[in-house]
C-alpha cells in the first residue's frame, strides 16, 4: 500500500479518535504528496473541510469544501457539506444553492431534503419547507430530525394538530430523547394558549 492511501487510513483513524489537529496534519500531506492526484486532492481536502464543519470553525471549512469542489464539482455531498456551513452562518441564498445543487446531483439523500427543508423554512416559505421536509421523510420515515424540523414550521402556521402527530411519530423512534418531550410540551402549551386567546377574541 502507497503512502497516500496509509496517510488517508491514518486520519480517518485520528478523526474517529477526535484527534482532528493530526486527521488535519495527515490530509495536508496527503495534499504535498498528490499533485497530480485530483481524487486524493479533493478527498483530502473534503476530509479537512469536513473536520472544520464539524468543530465551527466555519470560515476554514467553507475555504477547503471549496476547493474540494473545485476539483470535482459533481459531488453532491461536498455541496451539502458547504451548504450546512452558509446555514450556520446565515448566509442563506449561498446556502439553499449548494443544497439545491447537491439534490440536483443525487435526490435520493433525505439529510440533503431535510436540510433545505429546514433552511427553506425557517428563512423564505414555511410551506415549501414543509414540502422538501416531507421528501426528506418519504425516503426514511424514520428521520427524527426532519420530524422535529417539520413539527416546528408546522407550529410557525398554528397546525398544532400536524405538529403533534409529527413530535409523537418522533418519540416512537427516540423514546428517550428529552428535547423532543420539551417539544412537545412547549406545542401543547401554545397550542391551548392559542385557542384561549382565540375564545377571548371572539367574546
Known amino acids: 500500500m502507497d503512502k497516500v492511501s496509509n496517510l488517508f487510513k491514518s486520519a480517518d483513524r485520528e478523526t474517529r479518535n ?15 504528496l498528490s499533485q497530480d492526484d485530483t481524487k486524493a486532492q479533493h478527498l483530502a481536502y473534503w476530509g479537512i473541510g469536513e473536520i472544520y464543519l464539524n468543530n465551527k470553525q466555519y470560515d476554514k471549512a467553507e475555504l477547503y469544501l471549496i ?32 443544497l439545491e445543487k447537491a439534490i440536483a446531483l443525487d435526490d435520493s439523500q433525505d439529510v440533503y431534503w431535510d436540510q433545505l427543508g429546514w433552511v427553506y423554512g425557517f428563512n423564505r416559505d414555511v410551506n415549501k419547507g414543509i414540502q422538501y ?71
Open 67 to 98: 476547493r474540494a469542489i473545485n476539483l470535482k464539482p459533481d459531488e453532491p455531498i461536498y455541496h451539502y457539506l458547504l451548504g450546512c456551513t452558509y446555514t450556520y452562518i446565515n448566509e442563506i441564498d449561498k446556502a439553499i444553492f449548494h
Open 18 to 32: 477526535g484527534n482532528y489537529p493530526k486527521a488535519i496534519e495527515h490530509y495536508q500531506e496527503i495534499i504535498k
Open 133 to 203: 421536509l416531507k421528501k426528506a421523510l418519504k425516503i426514511n420515515p424514520q428521520n427524527t430530525r426532519a420530524l422535529r424540523d417539520i413539527c416546528m414550521l408546522y407550529t410557525q402556521i398554528h397546525k398544532w394538530h400536524e405538529a403533534l402527530v409529527c413530535i409523537e411519530e418522533a418519540l416512537k423512534y427516540e423514546p428517550d430523547n428529552e428535547e423532543l418531550f420539551r417539544i412537545r410540551e412547549d406545542i401543547e402549551y401554545f397550542k391551548s394558549e392559542f385557542e384561549r386567546l382565540s375564545k377571548l377574541s371572539k367574546e
